[in-house]
């Protein structure tokens, strides 16, 4: 008798663990996916300004010369896996500021860049500075009729280098 009224309290109990169990990886995998993507545009931040820095005073008007398109280029490339859409971009240096509101608008422009008009090396910075749009991919599954409940995150990165030559 004791064994009868206890049959199916197993899977009871399993199936309140497992959707216990199935939020959690779900909120691992959004986090990890945010984590990656924010260390990813660090990384292509940096690696970008550095090329443009290395780019510098001694590169006015010669081959070595780089232009916006191959910044954002740069950009676009080492932020694998980011949508080129999501990413808004700000190009410095004393002498100009380029904005790009998404990146996409900066590529293909040929203007030069970093202008150094009265920069010089060692003294004058490069600086990159580029945000995301995260949008936790669990929110998909939240329930509201399709409306987005959790709002977006804004990941952001600059880094500054000097001008090396």
């Known amino acids: 008798m004791r064994i009868r009224r206890r049959s199916g309290q197993a899977m009871v109990e399993f199936a309140f663990t497992s959707i216990f169990l199935i939020f959690i990886l779900m909120s691992l995998y959004s986090m990890s996916v945010g984590m ?20 510098g005073a001694g590169c006015v008007g010669k081959s070595c010369a780089t232009t916006v398109d191959q910044i954002a280029r740069t950009l676009k490339a080492r932020a694998l896996g980011i949508p080129v859409g999501q ?8 002498a100009s500021t380029v904005t790009c509101n998404p990146l996409s608008t900066c590529v293909g422009n040929s203007a030069a860049w970093p202008t150094l008009a009265g920069n ?5 910075n490069i600086s990159v500075t580029a945000t995301v749009q995260f949008t ?6 939240v329930p509201g009729h399709g409306t987005q409940r959790i709002a977006p995150v804004t990941f952001g990165a600059n880094s500054t280098q000097p001008v090396i030559f």
């Not at 660090?42 to 970008?48: F, G, I, L, P, S």
Request: charged share 10%; no cysteine.
């Open 136 to 141: 936790d991919p669990v929110s998909v599954w």
């Open 36 to 55: 990656w993507q924010y260390h990813t545009l660090a990384e292509a931040v940096n690696v970008t300004a550095r090329t443009a820095a290395v780019h």
């Open 87 to 94: 990413i808004n971009a700000t190009l410095t240096s004393s």
């Open 120 to 124: 010089t090396a060692l003294t004058t």
